[in-house]
């Protein structure tokens, strides 16, 4: 994976299974219209404008794409689970981000949710209450971590992308900074 920075934006390219593909993710507060793709377009092209590497590229594949993905990464904290026979899981409860994690503690909250239910086969209510006990557990410290991995990821100043750098570079698995044009 290659990343490039510039305060408040990211540009990656993923090799994607042998078809690469291009993430541009940003920090903003915009309010945006995800299905209007010609205001999302407007609003990378003039977040992106005068960008450096291979940001006129990436603009112009995007313009040109028919395979557009375009959204806000947000996340809505949901103060209880259930009410009544209803329970939320997957995403609708524990959103982890796009950075990975999500899909895996779906599928681990469904089995909580079932092993609950198993336990408590008459006591709907007890079951959902042990499923979002454990549940809730289990997703917070992965929460936490998707928040310092958007830092990570987007820092927001120039001192935060060096710093971020330094950091990453010290690490052992090592990242690798390829000065170019
Ligand atoms: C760009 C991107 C990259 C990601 N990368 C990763 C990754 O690398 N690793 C990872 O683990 N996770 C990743 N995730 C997160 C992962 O996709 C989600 O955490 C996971 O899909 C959540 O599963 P879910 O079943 O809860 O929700 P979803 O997969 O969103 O499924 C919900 C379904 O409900 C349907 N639906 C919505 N409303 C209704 C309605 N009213 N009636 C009927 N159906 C409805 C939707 O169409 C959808 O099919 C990524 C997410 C994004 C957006």
């Not at 990570?152 to 935060?160: A, D, E, F, I």
Request: charged fraction near 20%.
């Amino acid at each position: 994976m290659l990343l490039y920075n510039e305060p408040g934006t990211s540009l990656t390219i993923h090799p994607a299974g042998g078809k690469p593909g291009f993430a541009l993710i940003f920090r903003g507060q915009q309010d945006f219209d995800y299905r209007d793709m010609e205001q999302g377009r407007r609003l990378v092209e003039s977040t992106y404008a005068g960008g450096g590497w291979l940001t006129s590229l990436a603009l112009e594949e995007w313009g040109a794409s028919d395979e557009r993905y375009f959204d806000a990464v947000t996340r809505v904290e949901v103060p209880r689970w259930t009410a009544d026979r209803v329970v939320l899981l997957g995403d609708a409860a524990s959103c982890i981000s796009l950075f990975g994690e999500g899909s895996s503690s779906a599928i681990v909250g469904a089995k909580t949710l079932a092993d609950a239910i198993v336990a408590h086969p008459d006591d709907h209510t007890a079951a959902f209450a042990g499923y979002e006990h454990r549940h809730r557990k289990h997703v917070r410290s992965l929460q936490r971590g998707a928040g310092i991995t958007s830092h990570l990821l987007v820092p927001k100043t120039r001192s935060g992308i060096t710093i971020r750098n330094a950091v990453l570079n010290a690490l052992p698995f090592g990242s690798k900074r390829i000065d170019g044009p």
